[in-house]
């Protein structure tokens, strides 16, 4: 995990701090470790999006954007770090934007610049977890409302978890993919496999019940995964 020193907070004007000192800085050695650039958009995205505050999730991003010159990833990570922030952090987040100025887009930094003029929850794009707008083409700072995008299999997602050990995150997004997208079986078989590995006898009756209120055409198998929780469990 990375460790963070006081400099990486250290208060510096936009455009003054040279951006190959700070992403060369060792405080950020413990971001060295990257999976392929879509699953890790992937994963710190649900990361950030379950724990807005986590700081780290957050700088993990921001360097996986910036490592894989993702600009559209970058700006969206460097606007939700904002958010987050919720007017505070100032240093940080001027450290961070000046840092990632050579791998925006010049409106991008100019936006990125100027939140204090603007609400940014409403100056998000595709990539934004915690906006709720998105840019417009036409002009720099129009606004539209517009649904969340992602160009990602919430199967392909859950085994990078369940790779890394993160099994509750695994069910929690196999849980919400079912519920998208009830004529998958496949989640459904994945979800119940993690449930049994696990034990969750209590949160596999909970999804069993909410899903059957939701009419969601379920697979046999979530009788089979009910009548093994009724014979290994009291």
Known sequence: MAVF???????????????SSFWLD?????????????????????????????????????????????????????????????GKGE?????????SRLRL???DFQVLSALDRHDPKKLGNRY???????????????????????????????????EYSQLDQAIDVLENAVGLH???????LALLELYRSTASRERFRNAWRTFSDLAVPLVGEWQSVADYFDRQLP
């Open 5 to 19: 020193h006081s400099n990486l907070f250290a208060d510096a004007p936009l455009g003054t701090t040279p951006e």
């Open 26 to 86: 060792g405080e950020l050695t413990g971001f060295g470790y990257e999976p392929a650039a879509d699953q890790a958009l992937a994963v710190l995205s649900v990361k950030v999006h379950r724990k807005p505050h986590d700081l780290a999730a957050h700088l993990w991003r921001i360097h996986s954007c910036y490592r894989n010159r993702h600009s559209a990833a970058l700006y969206a990570a460097l606007l939700d770090l904002s958010i987050a922030l919720q």
């Open 91 to 99: 240093a940080l987040r001027r450290r961070m934007l000046n840092a």
């Open 105 to 107: 887009e010049p409106r």
């Open 128 to 162: 934004s977890i915690l906006a709720s707008g998105v840019q417009g083409s036409s002009e720099l700072l129009a606004l539209r409302q517009a649904p969340a995008e992602t160009s990602h299999d919430p199967l392909a997602l859950a085994n990078d978890f369940i």
């Open 182 to 188: 009830p004529q998958r079986a496949d989640l459904q």
